[in-house]
């Protein structure tokens, strides 16, 4: 199983739609969590910190949910910038950033 | 402005020539990291280093080596290319408190032939 598990999508919607990414980790001990945002052949860049008590950036909102191993990114109001992969990433033991295989996003007009 | 800059954007290397993948950052970060991306696969660590002279493996090292001579180069060594070592390879940078986010430079794409 592997420590950090992401839908691969896509997620094809409208402009305008409200979309919700999960991620899960095996790892309790995990102390912190980011989502990153990935354009097609570039580096990943970081979108969020993931916080205990849940954070909101604009129309990024982002939550963890320790008991049951998961975080969550949600977009609300879709624009066609949007597009592209959410990569997950948890700093497992020793801190070590291991990320998910991403989730592809397609936001259409 | 925060920077990890990879020596080449592309690279186009025969089976068997030894591959080196250089990376600086200026920001004086003691945790760096190497990861291959590859479809379907994700971001692969190959090899970390906390601090300067300091390396560990990660989770696909064969094939690989690391140096860390100065706090702001790490490099990566491809002893002898194989045509399974194409792949996008970012390096990484971040503080070493534990809960900050990593930065990364732009990648190289490396192609053995």
């Keep these: 199983r592997k420590e950090v598990e992401q839908d691969p999508g896509p997620f094809n919607v409208p402009e305008g739609a409200t979309v919700a990414f999960n991620c899960t980790y095996s790892n309790s001990a995990s102390q912190s969590f980011f989502w990153y945002r990935q354009d097609c052949r570039k580096e990943p860049k970081l979108l969020m910190s993931v916080y205990s008590s849940g954070n909101e950036d604009g129309r990024f909102t982002a939550q963890l949910n320790r008991a049951s191993q998961y975080i969550s990114l949600l977009i609300r109001d879709s624009k066609l910038s949007d597009s592209a992969t959410y990569l997950c990433v948890v700093n497992m033991g020793s801190y070590i950033p291991t990320f998910g295989r991403g989730t592809s996003l397609i936001v259409h007009p | ?113």
Aim: charged fraction near 30%; proline fraction near 2%.
């Design chain 2, 1 to 113: 402005d925060v920077k990890v800059t990879q020596s080449s954007r592309y690279l186009v290397k025969r089976t068997g020539e030894k591959v080196f993948l250089e990376c600086v950052q200026d920001m004086d970060h003691e945790n760096m990291f190497w990861y291959r991306q590859d479809p379907g696969l994700g971001l692969r660590l190959i090899y970390f280093s906390y601090d300067v002279k300091m390396k560990e493996k990660g989770d696909i090292p064969e094939g690989y080596s690391v140096s860390r001579e100065k706090k702001e180069r790490f490099s990566l060594i491809l002893e002898s290319a194989s045509t399974n070592q194409t792949s996008m390879y970012l390096c990484a940078s971040r503080l070493m408190t534990g809960d900050t986010e990593a930065f990364f430079g732009q990648g190289t794409r490396l192609t053995v032939v």
